[in-house]
């Protein structure tokens, strides 16, 4: 699947999974259940490689 984004979209898409990243992290911080801990873990996985899949920067023509 191929996705096309506008460089603004790309921007607040990268802030967003950022943003879910860090989110993710303090809430397996705060789990005491051991098989959800698990599956957050999971989760900021795939979301670490969403992220680092992003393009890093987003030049703009002005």
Known sequence: M???LTG???TV???T???AIDDMLME???TDNRKLRERLKER???LKGI???LPAE???AA
């Open 44 to 46: 900021e996985e795939i």
């Open 13 to 15: 898409l990268r802030e």
């Open 28 to 30: 397996i911080a705060h």
């Open 8 to 10: 603004a979209e790309q």
């Open 2 to 4: 191929e996705l096309i």
């Open 51 to 53: 992220f680092t899949r």
């Open 17 to 19: 999974v950022e943003k």
């Open 58 to 60: 987003v030049h703009s």
